[in-house]
């Protein structure tokens, strides 16, 4: 499990677009530059959505606890399962990690020039 | 929970596992046909390794939705660009994503030594030359004088050669009762398939809106068109498009939904990509924009793949799962790709 603080901001991945059909129940966030698909359920659509744009780790849980009616240690169980599960797949990432990866890819990019 | 499935778009949001691309190489012509939906033909070409590296994009793209794909390659008249049709060809021959491919011509530049050349086409499923009619008359005043004649010697000297055969006719108030004698005269000749497409007024077709036929007039020519598929043989009368599924709703090889938005993109010469070429939106630029970009972005698309946004009789309608008109019909009539198909009787 990847540490999630009340103050990690997580964002959407800059290549990821999320697009959802209700009525037909599809929920999806495509990669527009790998071509990844991933389905979702409206639960992790309605968590990317709140995620997009960028939002605390803190902030989120007090939304999934406000909208979802679920005990505090399972709501909180579940959200950090659904967030890492986001960020391995590539989906969304915690601000920090961003930083470190755009400073890696500037300097590879800086040495191949 | 998401799942990171190969394609789960291919269940969800397109048919099965095709992908069909129309691919226009060129919009230069030798014809000026009344009702073509081009209205200049000074578009940019781009070059042979341009034009390879868009089936790149492409074979990357079928990969990834491990789906088979297909292409109808076309034009203007895409012969005109022989070699750089040809050398597409081989590299598609090659391809391990594409299965088949059709070409959509006139037929006016099928020569002897062409004929030759697309022998070696290991892929090609059939050639499609379009006629407008059973006569010179009928045909002639649509495609230009000279044509008719020109057009039946490409087919014989197609059907010469073993190649599959097909003929389809763009049908409005000028020809659609000379549909029963084009059968004839194709039956006489071997062809193998016939489809119609309906008039859609763009380009230099928007001339002849007032030559559409109306829903009734459409009626009655898909449900002669049904009748006479159960009793032909050959040519197959193919049936897979928008409104045929009214004729017969309970037949399930016909009438199918259209493939925008589902599992078909066309590209221009210059590499603009349109959701269809008869829906001459464009949605972006392949070799600018790649298609994963476009396909998953673009609002044209999602708004057409949503059935809710439907509006009129196709958004109330009881075969929406197996028709939603032809938008591109909607759009040259109304100005909106969501309105209702003004040609349905429904």
């Known amino acids: 499990m990847l540490e999630l603080r009340p103050d990690t901001i997580l964002t959407l991945a800059p290549q990821i ?73 590539k989906i ?22 | 929970m998401p799942s990171k499935g190969k394609a789960p778009v291919d269940r969800e949001v397109g048919p099965e596992n095709e992908f069909y691309f129309q691919w226009h190489v060129t919009e230069r012509c030798n014809r000026r046909c ?10 940019k070409e781009l070059s042979t390794p341009e034009l390879g590296k868009i089936l790149t994009i492409m074979e990357t793209a079928l990969a990834k939705w491990n789906r088979r794909g297909s ?18 060809l081989e590299k598609v021959d090659k391809s391990a994503q594409f299965d088949f491919y059709d070409i959509l011509t006139n037929g006016s530049l099928i020569d002897n030594e062409l004929l030759i050349l697309l022998k070696k086409a290991s892929k090609l499923r059939r050639v499609q030359v379009s006629l407008e009619g059973s006569t010179p008359t009928t045909n002639d005043r649509l495609r230009g004088h000279g044509s008719f004649a020109e057009t039946m010697k490409a087919i014989k000297g197609l059907k010469q050669c073993g190649f ?20 004839d005269l194709l039956k006489q000749e071997g062809v ?8 859609v007024p763009e380009g230099k077709g928007k001339q002849l809106k007032d ?16 009748k006479l598929k ?56 392949i070799l600018e924009d790649g298609l994963f970009s476009i396909w998953y972005q673009s609002e044209v698309l999602w708004d057409i793949r949503n059935p809710a946004n439907l509006k009129g009789k196709c958004g109330q309608c009881n075969l929406m799962t197996h028709c939603r008109g032809c938008r591109a019909v909607a759009y040259a009539v109304t100005g909106d790709y969501l309105a209702e198909d003004p040609q349905c009787w429904n």
Request: charged content about 25%; overall charge positive.
């Open chain 2, 164 to 183: 599959t055969v097909s003929v389809m006719t763009t049908v409005s108030r000028l020809n659609y009762r000379d549909i029963s004698n084009i059968l």
């Open chain 2, 211 to 226: 030559q559409l036929l109306t829903a009734s007039e459409v009626r009655d020519m898909f449900e002669l068109l049904y």
């Open chain 1, 17 to 89: 677009v999320l697009h959802s059909i209700p009525d037909q129940e599809w929920y999806f966030a495509f990669n527009i530059t790998t071509g990844d698909q991933f389905r979702l359920n409206r639960t992790s659509y309605w968590v990317l959505e709140q995620i997009n744009g960028g939002v605390e780790y803190s902030t989120l849980m007090r939304s999934v606890l406000n909208i979802f009616e679920v005990p505090e240690n399972q709501g909180s169980q579940d959200l950090k399962q659904l967030i890492n599960k986001l960020i391995r797949q």
């Open chain 2, 230 to 285: 159960q009793k032909s043989k050959t040519p197959r009368i193919l049936t897979y498009r928008p409104l045929y599924c009214l004729v017969a709703p309970d037949d399930m090889h016909n009438g199918a939904l259209c493939s925008v938005g589902n599992n078909a993109l066309t590209i221009m010469p210059d590499g603009t990509v349109y959701p269809c070429r008869r829906l001459p939106i464009p949605i972006g630029n």
């Open chain 2, 34 to 43: 009344l009702h073509c939906y081009q209205s200049t033909q000074r578009t």
């Open chain 1, 92 to 113: 969304i990432r915690r601000q920090a990690d961003a930083k470190k990866e755009d400073t890696v890819s500037k300097t590879r990019r800086r040495k191949a020039k």
């Open chain 2, 71 to 88: 292409i109808s390659f076309t034009g203007g008249e895409p012969f005109i660009r022989r070699t750089e049709l040809i050398d597409l």
């Open chain 2, 192 to 199: 193998d398939t016939f489809s119609v497409e309906r008039l």
